[in-house]
């Protein structure tokens, strides 16, 4: 059964480079997992702070396996200081 997640993420205006340039990494990377169908960032229009990862996958075992990737763990490290309040993460 395919997997759908919207997680939404809110930056530091000031943070806002540097998170799309990590996030622009972990998109490519994401994106030739094996069982990954969709994997995209999108910027809110007219909160420039906001964006959200909308991400499809074929199976619950693609999303464990790219939750247990290097890049993966590594992207959630390097963010962790540009956020700026708690992101909402919702699975379908």
Known sequence: MQKIINARINIKPESIEQF??????MVENSNTEQGCLIYKLYQEVGNPQ???FY?????QDA???HNSTSYFKAFIENISG???EKS???VF
Not at 55 to 59: A, N, P
């Open 63 to 65: 999303v464990d396996l």
């Open 82 to 84: 540009l956020v700026s």
């Open 50 to 52: 906001s964006f959200i």
């Open 55 to 59: 991400e499809v996958y074929e199976h």
């Open 88 to 90: 909402q993460v919702d």
């Open 20 to 25: 799309i340039s990590l996030a622009k990494t």
